[in-house]
């Protein structure tokens, strides 16, 4: 066992908790996935109006006042709206300052490199009155007027048919020009489409994103007017690339908290609003969506979140490995177990040397013996590391929690192997901007209103672990797995550093070349992993 001593290990009852006293989140006590609402609400569907969907425009150009679910219609107050929503990308900023912000003049600049169509907006600010504001104007097209506002957004045009059906029957003096907003504090689920007219002569606020992108198309007709065919083409790829991501945009990633909503159902029952965290955008971008929505198209994500909460495979100490108690002897596995099959394709099977890497792991780990994983590149690394922690888990009842530090690049790879290959461990990946992290840590990481962690993994990259290194050296991980773990090869580095004085009850590390340039550096791993038998 490779645990340090001088790591700080809390002894607090037998679950796993966080340690750390110096936690940013010390102060967000009073989140509650079941009672408190979070601070941070984003935009809320009001139930006083109803949608007819052979209403006039006129009449129903107010989306907000449109629900999603009309025969459960029923009057109650409008939600307040957020006084400040923040929009963040999904990437991790490099020189990401402690509050992460941003100021107008700097998005001002973003915009001006964009080169896609989209207006960017990086913050605005919203006021009390009730007027929607745009936050993006996403594309356009030539539709049939008329077949815009609420009966456009995505869950209407699949409940009540498309407003915009038969366009392509139109000659192109019968259609009008149409615009895809996003709305300020509203999810993408509620994007509509709009004319130049309907925005004109309505209450939006944000008109002049709208101006620019019209500035910007007619740039773009020039430009397209005179560029070469693959240039043109190759702008079409992008744009067809971004339609692909819109789409990613309204799928429900996962269900992270659920609360009673405010709002009545039409026979006046209580009925519940769940915080989704939407595929492929930061957690900064969850809103609350009612229960009829999510349901409608992602039930299963609501089912898979009611498991996680009530799971009954939650780290904790005795099983961790961080009492002193003796290891279980190995045993070797002869064929893949059927834990490790994966559901959406039984027929993939562990390779004869990955059984063989899984057994020597194992092996490995019931000696009390941190490894170096050292296969060649694409032999399937990722995929042994994920076999063990499964294996860790439904042999041994170690239900984590495993730290898992891997490269940005490698990022989504691993997250597609976990679900693949380890779907009944809860993985969480935490990165993303300050916000972002700060909802991680709130509701996929820590119980509310306690320190004990609720995840069997944890994926996060180099640079998250240096910045949130007081938070997350708060915790007793029962393994820690460094990917690329070359990046050790240096003891003065700041991530070996940072992460020698982990309280970890196991470490492996994974890389294609253990020994790069010299033999110093093949030590700086082993002592790594074996701080008091290998001295440096
Ligand atoms: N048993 C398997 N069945 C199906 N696909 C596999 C299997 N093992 C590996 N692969 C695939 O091979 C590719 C390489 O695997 P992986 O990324 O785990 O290798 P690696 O050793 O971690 O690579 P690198 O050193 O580049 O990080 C992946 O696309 C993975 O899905």
């Not at 006293?21 to 941070?40: G, H, I, L, Q």
């Not at 430009?223 to 043109?232: C, N, Q």
């Not at 002193?324 to 059927?338: A, C, I, N, V």
């Amino acid at each position: 066992m490779s645990s340090d001593d001088d790591a700080s290990v809390s002894t607090e009852g037998d679950d796993a908790v966080f340690s750390e006293k110096s936690d940013p989140t010390d102060s967000e006590e009073e989140n509650s996935e079941e009672s408190d609402p979070p601070r941070r609400r984003k935009r809320k569907l009001s139930s006083d109006e109803s949608f007819s969907s052979d209403d006039s425009y006129k009449k129903k150009k107010k989306r907000k006042k449109i629900q999603k679910k009309p025969a459960k219609a029923k009057s109650s107050p409008r939600t307040p709206r957020p006084k400040d929503v923040k929009k963040v990308v999904y990437k991790e900023d490099e020189s990401e300052s402690e509050e992460d912000e941003e100021s107008e003049a700097d998005d001002a600049d973003l915009l001006e490199d964009e080169d896609t169509l989209m207006t960017e907006v990086s913050t605005m600010q919203v006021d009390d009155s009730n007027a929607e504001t745009i936050e993006k104007v996403l594309k356009h097209r030539e539709g049939i007027p008329g077949a815009i506002g609420p009966p456009t957004t995505a869950y209407n045009v699949e409940e009540k048919g498309d407003p915009n059906k038969g366009v392509e029957d139109k000659n192109q003096s019968e259609l009008e020009r149409q615009f895809l907003i996003k709305w300020v504090g509203w999810s993408h689920l509620h994007n509509t489409w709009e004319s130049l007219k309907s925005l004109n002569g309505s209450n939006v606020k944000g008109i002049k994103k709208l101006e620019n992108y019209i500035k910007k198309l007619d740039e773009l007709e020039f430009w397209k007017s005179r560029a070469d065919k693959e240039y043109i083409e190759h702008y079409d790829c992008e744009q067809e690339m971004n339609d692909e991501l819109l789409d990613e945009y309204k799928k429900v990633e996962r269900v992270i908290a659920h609360q009673v909503s405010r709002e009545k159902n039409a026979v006046g029952e209580k009925v519940m609003e769940y915080l989704i965290k939407w595929a492929c955008l930061p957690y900064s971008d969850c809103t609350w969506e009612d229960e009829g929505l999510i349901q409608q198209t992602f039930s299963q994500k609501i089912d898979e979140y009611y498991t996680r909460i009530n799971s009954k495979t939650l780290p904790n100490k005795i099983n961790a490995g961080m009492l002193s108690k003796r290891r279980p002897k190995f045993t070797k596995l002869d064929e893949m177990p059927d834990y490790l099959r994966p559901i959406s394709n039984p027929d993939m099977e562990l390779r004869d040397y990955q059984l063989e890497g899984l057994n020597w792991l194992l092996h490995a780990w019931s000696r009390e013996n941190s490894c170096i994983l050292a296969d060649e590149m694409g032999l399937g690394k990722t995929i042994q590391t994920i076999s063990f922690l499964s294996s860790l888990f439904h042999l041994h009842d170690v239900h984590g929690p495993f730290l898992i530090v891997v490269p940005l690049s490698t990022m989504t790879a691993w997250q597609r192997e976990f679900e693949l290959w380890a779907p009944t461990l809860n993985a969480v990946v935490y990165m993303g901007d300050v916000s972002s992290r700060e909802q991680i840590r709130n509701y996929e990481l820590l119980f509310a209103n306690s320190r004990k962690i609720k995840v069997n993994a944890l994926l996060t990259t180099y640079e998250i672990l240096l910045k949130d290194k007081a938070f997350l050296s708060g915790f007793d991980w029962a393994a820690l797995m460094v990917d690329e773990a070359h990046r050790l090869k240096n003891d003065e580095s700041l991530l070996y550093q940072c992460l020698r004085n982990f309280s970890t009850a196991h470490r492996l590390l994974i890389t294609g070349t253990p020994l790069q340039n010299s033999l110093k550096e093949l030590w700086a791993l082993l002592h790594f992993i074996m701080p008091d038998k290998l001295i440096l």
